[in-house]
């Protein structure tokens, strides 16, 4: 994990919070977000990658019905 940087990291988890949405059936992060009361700009941002805060992250963990715990599960 010493190589790898904070911008990695940041974007490995945006594709997993990707993952969830498509898996939830949502082929559009703009039609995820405006269902799930979220910043469509924002979203973008975080399945991008960028910085985000903690709250924002539960907040989607929530909507996903889904614990820090079983997010992080198996992520480098």
């Known amino acids: 994990m010493a190589s790898e940087t904070k911008k990695d990291r940041l974007s490995i988890i945006g594709e ?22 979220l910043p469509r700009k924002n979203y973008w941002r975080i399945e991008k990658g960028q910085n985000f805060t903690i ?13 820090l715990e079983d997010f992080f599960k198996g992520l480098p």
Do not use: M, P, Q, W
């Open 16 to 37: 997993r919070i990707r993952e969830l949405r498509l898996k939830a059936g949502y082929t559009s992060y703009e039609t995820f977000a405006v269902d799930n009361g």
């Open 55 to 67: 709250e924002t992250l539960l907040r989607i963990l929530d909507i996903h019905n889904i614990s």
